[in-house]
């Protein structure tokens, strides 16, 4: 697997020398490894491999070290997230109460399969095992928010309101 990506790396000033700050702070420390993986997800977003590239060099990790680290934890990305990201809870009592249709229409709307981001960067949509709100079934989430006893045309006005969204 290639952690290239098809999204255009593109970082700030800001972004680059809050970086480089840390990075600064993380050289010389016994297990840096963690914390430089952490501190780029947080501050891009997603583990740009331009990045990974000047962690690798930086610190004295070879890079496949770094991608092998970060591909054992499902906190890292190597794909830009878009701005909301929507997780379809699809565990037993939500996949029973109708979850799959609801990914499958917001797949469709969104023209990404589950795992995807939206070209503009605005969606990026995920399956994902039970949350705990079976009771709620079926549940969605946008980023931290959480929807419940969702039909799909419920689900379908949780989409709009969030692509009003500017």
Known sequence: MSIETAFEFIETESQYQEFQERLEQL????GNQMPALQEVQRIY???????????????SIPLEELYSTATFYSQFSFVPKGEYTISVCMGTACYV????DILDSYATELNINPGETTADRKFTLESCRCIGACGLAPVLTVN???????????ADKVLVTFQKRE
């Open 97 to 100: 109460k109708g979850a799959g």
């Open 45 to 59: 977003g997603y583990l740009p491999i331009e990045v990974l590239k000047r962690v690798s060099i930086e610190l």
């Open 27 to 30: 050289k010389g420390q016994r």
């Open 144 to 154: 931290e928010e959480v929807f419940g006893r969702l039909t799909k045309k419920k």
